[in-house]
């Protein structure tokens, strides 16, 4: 999603990723970069715990873009990381929750529930979602938007 935003102006993100970091501080000209801070875990390459919960919980964004590991159509999103109260506070910090996944993660009902449907506005994922699946989710009043892959010239 990051190269999309090259041509946006005046935007200002925050992450607890470096990986989403580096990409954006890529961009010409860079947004403005807020990070998180927090505790370093490696296993996710991003900032974790209770500074980074503290520092999210003082900001309100338009928007959150979040990922997934896992899409239960009843439950909601989930998640191997057992730390699920930053994504939790990103969810309430932001007036739109927006979370992208492929469709091979549809059905994936990792014990974890990450965020539940009543948390989250839209779901953008591909086309390979199947139609009952897609149904399930938008009764739980969540709009699905099904991206086409983009030809390569």
């Not at 954006?24 to 000209?29: F, K, S």
């Amino acid at each position: 999603m990051i190269p999309f935003l090259q041509p946006r102006q005046g935007l200002v993100i925050m992450t607890n990723s470096l990986r989403t970091a580096q990409a954006v501080l890529a961009l010409e000209p860079p947004p403005t970069l807020l990070m998180t801070g927090g505790t370093w875990d490696a296993q996710t390459r991003s900032l974790q715990g209770q500074i980074a919960e503290q520092i999210l919980s003082s900001y309100d964004f338009d928007q959150l873009f979040i990922g997934c590991d896992g899409i239960d159509p009843v439950r909601g999103t989930t998640t191997f990381n057992e730390l699920l109260g930053l994504s939790r506070l990103m969810a309430e910090a932001g007036r739109e929750v927006i979370v992208m996944a492929t469709s091979d993660k549809a059905g994936r009902r990792i014990p974890n529930l990450e965020l539940p449907w009543s948390q989250v506005t839209t779901l953008i994922t591909d086309t390979g979602l199947d139609t009952e699946t897609k149904e399930q989710i938008e009764q739980q009043g969540v709009q699905v938007l099904l991206a086409h892959p983009q030809e390569k010239n």
